[in-house]
């Protein structure tokens, strides 16, 4: 089968294309055959420094997200699966390729009325999306600050929280992307790239109830004070590299809650289950915005590291 390798740490040209060994399902799995590969920063973050959750020995082939059709099983598991089109974790590797033996618990199957590629944009972002919307607990007319909006998760952060009542302010990087927030329902996008970013925040809505933390930095501190006494900090990323340099002793003498999200298990399932039933009713459309055939994944990750990116970004392996 065709695969992306990685044999040293380094930059996006450390992605070299290649073939391996088709896979078989062992007791407990099945076999996916894969058409999309989900890209998500992490990634990039493991490709450069071997950081990450999802440690691996070299040399190793990359990914830890797909969707496709289930075209074998295990000797234990039940063959009415073959032909299934799911989306799946890889357990931290081997996704991308044209093959994947994953844990069949670990299947989500593809709702009917929702595309494959979309679900595939759903698995790691929608149910981060849904998760983090619940941590915040948002109230009818709050208001909302969304960090790097544009992005995968960002996206659809602006989508559920307009759904759910509260005043969206989505900031995100650069003209081109800020034009693509009022569509997906922020009442107010900024540019924080521009050094009064903040300023126009507070001389449109004055300061803000909740913050979507996902790039921690200096991003994250100049969100936070924004927040007004009784104001939540929900953080769930660091692309800056640094998570929020907020205290809990300083964030206690302003009133202000730090969240940071710990779900079980069972809870990143039911939040998946639940992106992807939003996303087939209609109601969270993923933002897919760039998309590279599987040899090209050293592309992929110079774009998204480059910041070029908006929305998801997507492996088409078929």
């Known amino acids: 089968m065709r695969a992306v390798w990685l044999r040293e740490f380094g930059g996006p040209e450390k992605l070299e294309p290649g073939t391996a060994p088709d896979p078989a399902p062992g007791p407990g799995q099945v076999l996916v055959e894969v058409a999309h590969a989900n890209l998500t920063f992490v990634e990039t973050m493991f490709r450069a420094t071997g950081f990450g959750p999802n440690r691996g020995s070299l040399p190793v082939i990359p990914g830890n997200g797909v969707g496709g059709v289930v075209r074998a099983v295990g000797p234990d598991v039940d063959p009415a699966l073959v032909g299934r089109r799911v989306v799946t974790g890889t357990g931290g590797s081997g996704g991308y390729a044209e093959l994947v033996a994953v844990d069949h618990e670990a299947l989500h199957p593809v709702p009917d009325g929702l595309a494959l590629d979309r679900a595939v944009a ?10 983090l919307i619940e941590t915040a607990g948002l109230r009818t007319g709050e208001r909302v600050l969304v960090e790097a909006a544009a992005g995968g998760v ?3 952060l602006v989508q559920l929280a307009a759904r ?3 005043r969206v302010v989505a900031a995100a990087g650069g003209a081109r992307k800020t034009a693509l927030l009022p569509a997906l329902g922020a009442h107010l996008a900024v540019d924080y790239t521009e050094p009064d970013w903040s300023d126009r925040v507070r001389a449109a809505v004055g300061g803000v109830d909740v913050v979507l933390d996902g790039v921690g930095g200096t991003l994250a501190r100049t969100a936070y004070e924004l927040l007004d006494p009784g104001g939540r900090l929900v953080s769930f990323g660091l692309a800056s590299g640094d998570w ?3 205290t809990p002793d300083e964030a206690r003498a302003r009133g202000v809650t730090l969240l ?3 779900p079980t298990p069972a809870q990143l399932r039911a939040y998946t289950r639940q992106a992807l039933a939003d996303g087939a009713a209609g109601r969270l459309r993923p933002l897919i915005g760039q998309r590279f055939p ?4 050293a592309d ?19």
Not at 122 to 131: F, P
Not at 294 to 297: F, I, S, T
Not at 307 to 318: C, E, F, I, N, Q
């Open 122 to 131: 759903l698995l790691a972002d929608g149910r981060t999306a849904v998760m």
């Open 154 to 156: 960002g996206s659809l």
């Open 164 to 166: 759910a009542g509260t």
């Open 244 to 246: 929020a340099a907020v």
């Open 260 to 262: 940071r999200p710990a």
């Open 294 to 297: 599987l040899e090209r994944a």
């Open 300 to 318: 992929a990750h110079a774009a998204i590291e480059a910041r070029a990116t908006v929305g998801k970004t997507l492996l088409d392996v078929r």
